[in-house]
């Protein structure tokens, strides 16, 4: 194989021996890394198309129809990985999988193009994407904002390491524009903030944060784990970089960790750096598992959209049930809903059941389709309590304070039937105590 | 990566701004407080890089002029030298990066005589002469802080929400010798030495992590405005001093770098430093002071700062270097003179 074909679109572009100054330089910044056997599809082709096609490693040698699997940690070193070491472009060849790897490639520029941009970053879970994105994007002296019901990990990211890393980070309502607005200073550089909350499924306004990120001179950074680019595309409303555990509806089938970051390469390359120094590598054989479960996330997406909206919408007039939070059963919550910018709302749908924390979990014992399990987006059910999980750290005060009361369940809707879901919810909120049925 | 210089994120820079030329715009802050109970300190505020901000906090504690012989603090003068040939510096490594030459060392000793201004610049491992006489040519043209060195640059001067117009034509001679060796280290990372007793530790020098640094320490552009701000503050301090007014000053200096022209990105971009301005705030506890009282003092204070009369006034400098085989490989750890 020649070099040409083994190292990245527009590496070769940009090599440049005869420069004189920094003008007659050639290297400009290009989407992937992708190499020319990396199949790479218009950003207009429908999602159902691009997650089948865009990214696959077409192979010269086989013709395999699908992306091999490169099973290693290092590769050979030739004149391309030397320039690469020299001028400081090794993430466009591949040299060693920490830095790079065409399975990592393949899976990166399948999930960019699903997000509408031209680079994508794959690391080993969904918090090494966000640690990641966070450390590479602010300076020690800046200032961060982000919501105070954020998903747990996140939240403990802020809280527990950014003092010690010279970040200051104010925690709001992501729905409380004016609230995001107040809290930013000079020193502002970024705002992170979730398409959909956990478990409480707020929906903040996105595009509204955009802007005043941008008055800011900040960066937004949107996580759209819950949403995913079907319902989605944070990058079409303003936002600067997306972040994903892809761990959960990208891969889809709770086999994997890993996560996701898609942005513009001046971000991106920044993002990388920073995760190959942390260590946060996606291994190619995840980096397959995520790529054959993405083929199918349009597919599984609309089904996980039903089927929270169908739960959500029965268990709303259920009398067992004290309040049911999703974006389809509206409610104050939802009333400055942009619903134009949604083209679904997950699979997840939160409840609180009466009775309390008791009562809520002799449901989910009574339960028989679910596991009691945490995470989310796989194809199967899963059921949890985020006062006992979650946000088991908050106090008792601080759950009330964020909107988590007592017996509230958090239900992730697989893409099994749904009246099969709605059939043993009824007979879990029905039917009385039986010990040890789960 | 060669010098350890990312040479392919400037060429990306190169390509960005040609695409989008506001993104070559590049603004700079440093404010600086003068306080009769705390001293002399200057910080410097978030930089812009066309649409991404950097928020980076360093401080650094400040000898006062007037108090001759510093007490282990540069001045407000060795700020601006340090800002100077760093500039200077990172523009010969990065230039010659870009052409693939190697370099073991980069060193500069930048003097300020009795208002007239000295360079000497030696250069390690760079086997040809011609190489390194051509890259210091390119220097002189492209350096942004060089060239505010040696052009007329304005520096506005505001007191309050009023402009000041007309503050800047004053002549300054100190009448003493300030200097700074400045060594390059490797990439974007440098270490100023102030020259002379008492002048306080090293001063690091890189690039934010926005421009392939690794915040090492404040840029160029921040410490020549760094030591604008100190020195109009410091003015500003003693001047009240002597009127029997102990009043704490707040000044805040700011500068544009238009990045095409380092780059050449833009061949008629501006090089130099360009809408330089300084903001004075209206002290605390200065109600025994009456309004034209204090704009005058503001007005004095500006004329009389070196640092702003050696932004504002176009100098004749010229790097001064001698080939390797003539010059003395500086040490490791440059001591103090």
Known sequence: MTKETRTAIGFEEGRSSEAKWFNDLTRSRFAGPVTPHHRVLSRSVSPETLAVHAGTYEDPVTGAVGTPVFQTSTFLLDEASYTAFSDGTSRDVPIYTRYGNPSQWSVQEKIAALEGSRSALVTSSGMSAIASTVYALTNAGSHIISAYDAYGGTYNLLREDMPSAGREVTFVDPTDLAAIEAAVRPETQLLLFETLTNPLLKAPAIRRIAEIAKRANALLVVDNTFLTPVNMRPLDLGADVVVHSATKYLGGHSDLTAGAVVGRRKFLDRIWAQALRFGGTLEPLTAFLLERGLKTLPLRMRAHNENAREIARHLAGHPEIVAVHHPEIGGGRYADLESADYSGYGGMVSFEVRGGDEAALSFMKRLDIPYVATSLGGVESLVSMPGNTSHSSLTARQRTQIGIHPGLIRFSAGIENPRDLIRDLDHALGAPEEEGRR | ?337
């Open chain 2, 1 to 337: 990566m060669r010098n350890s210089f990312n040479t392919a994120g400037f060429s990306e820079v190169v390509h960005e701004i040609r695409n989008d030329p506001a993104e070559a715009d590049f603004w700079y802050t440093a404010k600086a407080r003068s306080s009769p109970s705390r001293g002399l300190s200057v910080d410097i505020g978030p930089a812009l890089f066309g649409t991404i901000k950097s928020a980076r906090s360093f401080r650094v504690e400040v000898g006062d002029p007037a108090d001759g012989p510093c007490a282990d603090a540069p001045l407000p003068l060795h700020l601006a030298l340090t800002g100077i040939a760093s500039c200077a510096l990172t523009t010969l490594v990065g230039g010659g990066s870009s052409q693939n030459v190697v370099f073991d060392s980069a060193d500069m000793e930048l003097t300020c005589r009795d208002g007239a201004y000295e360079t000497r610049v030696a250069v390690g491992g760079v086997p040809e002469d011609k190489v390194v006489a051509d890259l210091l040519d390119q220097v002189e043209q492209f350096s942004p802080n060089y060239r505010t060195l040696t052009q007329h640059v304005p520096v506005a001067l505001g007191f309050g929400s009023r402009p000041l117009p007309g503050a800047d034509g004053a002549e300054v001679a100190a009448g003493r010798t300030v200097a700074c060796r400045v060594r390059w280290i490797s990439g974007t990372q440098l270490l100023s030495r102030p020259l002379g007793e008492g002048c306080g530790p090293d001063l690091r020098v890189d690039a934010p992590k926005q421009l392939t640094g690794v915040d090492w320490g404040p840029n160029p552009q921040e410490y020549l405005l760094m030591g604008l701000a100190a020195d109009v503050a410091a003015q500003l301090g003693r001047l009240s001093r002597a009127d029997g007014r102990y009043l704490t000053w707040e000044v805040s200096a700011t500068g544009r770098e238009d990045i095409g022209g380092l780059l050449q990105a833009d061949p008629a971009a501006v090089v130099h430093l360009q809408d330089v301005a300084c903001a004075v705030a209206p002290p605390r506890g200065a109600k025994a002071a009456s309004e034209s009282e204090l704009t005058e003092l503001v007005r004095t204070a500006f004329a009389h700062s070196e640092v702003r009369d050696l932004i504002s006034r176009a100098r004749s400098a010229g790097l001064a270097w001698q080939p390797q085989a003539d010059t003395p490989v500086p040490s490791q750890e440059p001591g103090c003179a």
